[in-house]
């Protein structure tokens, strides 16, 4: 069946550095990616989307690059802060459909 | 003013017994869904309410339903508590045209 995965289950920064979160998808049909952020004890929150007819969308510190090519999106977080530590998921959908979440990236930002 | 709330936020229960979590929102969203976090942080969809009717059922064994009183509530009732039922249970919702989902903030469900 189709899936959502990640390459990396924890990726360890420091402070300050650049931080890249991947994602691979299998849906060639899928027309929607989002990420989300869950930290510790909360629910996953919205962090950045982007539609199919993109390559790149750049956000507050962050920006999302997919590459339909090879079905592949990232996250990449700029000066990576300690209360960026959380777990990030890529999710893919299309249409109205319900949004399939990958297994999560656990980032961990030492001081 | 929390979007989507969920209660009671921690529940600890004997196997066998029937608990209910309660999930509101007050976005105006049309589309509600329960999922299941396990242990290893894994994201799975249980169910899926669009204007009180239940569109899809994940193969949830059915000692879990979901009852929607009005499309601002979607509660989650649990018969036979089960081990393997220990989880986080997330509520979340959206509009029927939109993608982007709104979480609660989880409900830590522990069976001993």
């Known amino acids: 069946g189709e899936s959502v995965g990640l390459h990396l289950p924890t990726l360890s920064v420091q402070e300050g550095d650049n931080s890249i979160i991947n994602c691979a998808y299998s849906n060639s049909a899928s027309d929607y990616f989002i990420w989300y952020k869950q930290e510790s004890g909360k629910g996953p929150q919205f962090i950045i989307d982007i539609r199919s007819n993109m390559d790149k969308r750049q956000g507050q510190r962050v920006t999302v690059l997919l590459n339909k090519t090879v079905k592949h999106l990232s996250l990449q977080i700029a000066a990576t802060q300690p209360g960026d530590s959380a777990v990030y998921f890529c999710a893919e959908t299309r249409g109205s459909y319900i949004p399939t979440f990958g297994r999560g990236t656990s980032l961990i930002v030492h001081p | 003013d929390t979007a989507v709330s969920q209660t009671p936020k921690y529940l600890v229960t004997q196997m066998g017994n029937d608990k209910s979590i309660k999930c509101e929102q007050n976005l105006g969203h049309d589309t509600m869904y329960w999922y299941k976090q396990d242990s290893k942080k894994f994201l799975k969809i249980m169910f899926s309410?669009?204007?009180?009717?239940?569109?899809i059922n994940e193969t949830v064994p059915n000692r879990f339903s979901p009852k929607s009183p009005d499309k601002a509530h979607l509660n989650l009732h649990i018969n036979s508590l089960e081990l393997g039922d220990s989880a986080v249970y997330f509520c979340?919702?959206?509009?029927?045209?939109?993608?982007?989902?709104?979480f609660g903030e989880g409900s830590w469900l522990t069976v001993v």
């Open positions: 979340a919702s959206r509009t029927t045209t939109g993608n982007t989902i709104y």
């Open positions: 309410y669009n204007n009180k009717e239940l569109i």
